[in-house]
């Protein structure tokens, strides 16, 4: 016997727990869609933004962040600018550009392709971590998010989309109460202001489960890589526990992580001390950072040597 839908008679796709809800085809998209709307404009999302970079990886995340904001920014009459990252990592990496660049040209966005090889990083290096004395996922991460401002500033982007989920967000809230870090906490709103040379980051996917976005482009069947990073079968970290631990948590009680982010982004980042972050200019490449030479830059020299 077919589930129905809660709200008409077709056939359900997706059961949402938390609000005891079954959803069918349509009722599932508008819902994603919904919630990621009420995200933008519940947080000031675009305010005053004329451009926006959209940065896609080609994964579920940032394809269904890419289809939902590409409407919005429509109505809002916001020019989008796309960007995907070719970090070098083999055919995972091709198909990622592949991907993005096959859907910023179905929207009919304007896009840049930035790749690692053309700042002098190679993520497959043999010694990598020994000579920048960070793990590869670590270097990575701080290379997309330079290169991501560095466009946006270049670009007269006011802001940076990233697809970033709830599951992502509940991971990195609990890996840095665990290990101390809670100023990392303020990273982690929906939305942080720009600053001199630094972009405003948005995370419209804020509230959405990672189990919905997958949902939402096979439904749509918009195309993606639905592989994982070949690098990530390699790690055993304490995050990719505790990932393990949010996840496991969400499954066997619905909302529990919704009810955990929603708190974070409302009350427990706001108990934090107010400490404003203070940056100065990299003394070799111009652009922010909290030292004489920003960690970019360090990781760079690094791989000369």
Do not use: W
Request: proline content about 4%; hydrophobic content about 35%.
């Amino acid at each position: 016997m077919k589930t129905r839908c809660s709200f008409c008679d077709d056939h359900a796709i997706y059961v949402l727990k938390s609000r005891k809800i079954r959803l069918c085809k349509k009722h599932f998209i508008d819902y994603v869609r919904t919630e990621v709307e009420n995200t933008i404009y519940r947080f000031e999302m675009l305010k005053n933004v004329k451009k926006l970079l959209i940065a896609v990886s080609g994964g579920k995340d940032s394809v269904t962040m890419l289809h939902i904001l590409h409407q919005v920014c429509k109505e809002l009459n916001i020019e989008m600018l796309g960007l995907v990252i070719d970090t070098g990592i083999g055919e995972f990496s091709r198909r990622q550009v592949d991907v993005a660049i096959t859907l910023f040209k179905m929207f009919k966005i304007d896009y840049r392709v930035e790749s690692f090889s053309s700042y002098g990083i190679d993520i497959l290096r043999p010694d990598l971590e020994r000579k920048v004395r960070r793990p590869p996922c670590s270097i990575c991460g701080i290379a997309k998010r330079y290169i991501m401002n560095k466009v946006a500033i270049e670009e007269n982007c006011q802001a940076i989309a990233t697809g970033h989920n709830m599951i992502d967000i509940a991971q990195y809230a609990i890996a840095n109460i665990l290990t101390g870090n809670v100023e990392y906490l303020r990273k982690l709103l929906p939305k942080t202001e720009e600053g001199p040379k630094m972009a405003r980051r948005i995370r419209p996917l804020y509230f959405i489960d990672e189990k919905e976005t997958k949902l939402y482009v096979e439904t749509l069947r918009l195309p993606y890589v639905s592989e994982t990073c070949p690098l990530a079968h390699k790690r055993d970290t304490m995050q990719d526990t505790v990932r393990m631990f949010v996840r496991e948590l969400e499954d066997k009680h619905p909302g529990s992580i919704r009810h955990f982010v929603e708190k974070l982004s409302n009350k427990i980042i706001n108990m934090l001390p107010m400490e404003e972050d203070r940056y100065s200019t990299c003394k070799i490449c111009g652009m922010p950072s909290k030292g004489e030479i920003c960690s970019f830059c360090k990781i760079r020299m690094a791989l000369r040597e």
